[in-house]
């Protein structure tokens, strides 16, 4: 699947030659750093390998494992090979690299702020189109674990179906005349009276939308032996131990993908 990925990213940004590299190759071979600028957690480093793989005969050698924190100024990778396979992959491998270790690194930072709690940080399909894959499996490098990847793998009513259905217990039901009872069931609950409807249907999970932490601390002792509780919306590294409450099993924030910032890092090159 990741390899048609990397063929459309590349198609994209070759097109019909890369004319600049074309014109000036004769044949050298090069070696490349690839070099951090600032601080991070290294994510992509097998998409940006198979990107320079795809395009002819490079060597990768790694300086930092996936996962691996790194400084401003190490060496990431080291690439040899034809110089115009080095050339026509860097800002395609780059890129990977850059969003990759952004969201890895934000991820990190959230996980972090839980330590110390059983509670586990969830992703959501808050994601760059075309690069849900990727970027989940950046959430999962930084500590995070990935909640559905898409609409087909787990039922999640939020407030537009309860809107269509007439209400929560009816969107439930309706859910469990046509879906098979192997595919879990969470109910997006905005206030206590919704999340009391929402556990007489039995469900598997709740996600409190726009709690504070009182209101959250009353629904996990509404829920508790019931569903599981995840609580999202509004949650930020400022913010997060707040609702780090005894009781939580999940909280879940799109933040981790949709405003992770990429990190900055370069390729300089030598004749081998």
Known sequence: ????????????????????????????????????????????????????????????????????????????????????????????????????????????????????????????????????????????????????????????????HKLLAGGIREAVRRVRERISPVYRIEVEVENLEELEEALSCGIDMVLLDNFNPDDVREAVRLSRGKALVEVSGNINLENIRDYAIDGVDFISSGSITHSARWLDMSMRVTTL
């Not at 490098?141 to 999640?156: E, I, P, S, T, W």
């Open 1 to 160: 699947m990741f390899k048609d990925l990397l063929l459309r990213f590349l198609e994209e940004d070759i097109g019909r030659g890369d004319i600049t590299t074309e014109g000036v190759f004769r044949g050298e071979r090069l070696r490349a750093v690839l070099r951090a600028k600032e601080r991070g957690i290294l994510a992509g480093g097998g998409f940006a390998e198979e990107v320079f793989k795809l395009l002819g005969d490079v060597k990768v050698l790694y300086r930092r494992e996936e996962g691996q924190p790194f400084s401003e100024g190490e060496e990431l990778l080291i690439l040899e090979g034809s110089g115009d396979s080095i050339l026509i992959g860097e800002r395609t491998a780059l890129n990977l690299l850059q969003r990759l270790s952004g969201i890895a690194t934000l991820t990190r930072k959230f996980v972090k702020a839980l330590e110390g709690t059983k509670i586990r940080l969830l992703d959501t399909r808050k994601t760059t189109p075309g690069m849900r894959y990727l970027e989940k499996y950046a959430v999962r490098v930084g500590g995070g674990l990935n909640h559905r990847f898409a609409l087909y793998d787990m039922v999640l009513i939020k407030d537009n």
